[in-house]
Nanobody, 117 residues
Framework: QVQLVESGGGSVQAGGSLRLSCAAS????????MGWYRQDPGKQRELVAS??????NYADSVKGRFTISRDHAKNTVYLQMNTLKPEDTAVYYC????????????WGQGTQVTVSS
């Protein structure tokens, strides 16, 4: 069974930092994309950052503050979040796209990040 296990969420004051981790376990192979999305109640889920073997993308709102990284050997993706703002408050979801020739999408259970002013 393939699953994603997230950790690292919590509460922090504005200007602070948090680091999220997401480890993929099980029969997962040919990982194409690993990334993070977030969702606030009443809003659509939005991409925060994603990474492939050749490319990394960030939402404009987090550029310069967040850094996504990946440990290939551990099938783990990280999101270092610095200079956090109250508007970063949301549930953060890990996302992995994997497989060949059929591609599958996998989502983590979500971790709450709360930034107070």
């Amino acid at each position: 069974q393939v699953q994603l296990v997230e950790s690292g969420g919590g509460s922090v004051q504005a200007g602070g930092s948090l680091r999220l981790s997401c480890a993929a376990s099980g029969s997962i192979f040919r990982i194409r994309t690993m990334g993070w999305y977030r969702q606030d109640p009443g809003k659509q889920r939005e991409l925060v950052a994603s990474t492939t073997d050749t490319n990394t993308n960030y939402a404009d709102s987090v550029k310069g503050r967040f850094t996504i990284s990946r440990d290939h050997a551990k099938n783990t993706v990280y999101l270092q979040m610095n200079t956090l703002k109250p508007e970063d408050t949301a549930v953060y979801y890990c996302y992995v796209q994997y497989g060949w020739p059929n591609v599958a999408d996998l989502w983590g259970q979500g971790t709450q990040v709360t930034v107070s002013s």
